[in-house]
């Protein structure tokens, strides 16, 4: 009962999302996946300074990251709890994870690399389910563990209609 009580709670906020939806979420896809490149770069920054022992990159790093941090803000408003955090690892994994499908994509192992793809999207989708407020903070930790627990991250019922808000809200192809 209270599982059916959640899922029409959630489609409801789905619906309203969809009738008040104002938002450039095609302009607000494109800085999310900006955001995820400089906290690429801030990582790559920090492995070069130990590899090298240069500063430099230290400062560099410390650059990038006061703008993936000015960036994030424009996408995680009023973030309570911990959805700041959440919102930059979420990022962060999706990332990685579609890096390392492309791997095992290009060796041939193909099915993993959807398996992967697939978990990536969902990651994603909970991240825009947070910032959208279709979730709360506290249950994106659970949905994230399922979802990167199970053999297909799509078997979720939540998983599945966050995959689907993010297919109708955030669309690239919208000019």
Same mark, same amino acid.
């Given at each position: 009962m209270n599982k059916e009580k959640d899922?029409?709670? &959630?489609?409801? /906020?789905?619906d309203k999302i969809k009738r008040d939806n104002d938002l450039d979420l095609s302009s607000q896809e494109d800085l999310s996946i900006a955001i995820m490149n400089l906290i690429g770069l801030e990582e790559h920054f920090f492995f070069s300074a130990e590899k090298t022992g240069d500063d430099k990159y230290y400062d560099l790093l410390f650059? @990038?990251?006061e703008m993936r941090k000015e960036l994030?803000? /424009?996408? @995680?408003?009023?973030?309570k709890g911990e959805e700041w955090c959440i919102s930059k690892h979420l990022l962060t994994a999706s990332m990685r994870l579609i890096? @390392?499908?492309?791997?095992y994509y290009s060796k041939g192992d193909k =099915? =993993?690399?959807?398996?992967? &793809?697939?978990?990536?999207?969902?990651l994603y989708s909970i991240f825009w389910g947070l910032n959208l407020n279709v979730i709360d903070a506290s249950k994106s /930790?659970?949905?994230t563990g399922q979802v990167l627990h199970s053999s297909s991250a /799509?078997?979720?019922?939540i998983s599945k209609r966050l995959n689907n808000l993010v =297919?109708?809200? @955030?669309?690239c192809c919208d000019e």
């Open positions: 899922i029409k709670s &959630f489609l409801a /906020k789905v650059q @990038v990251r994030l803000k /424009k996408i @995680v408003k009023n973030p890096e @390392v499908a492309t791997k =099915e =993993e690399a959807k398996n992967l &793809f697939s978990k990536a999207y969902s /930790k659970k949905i /799509k078997e979720t019922d =297919e109708e809200l @955030v669309n």
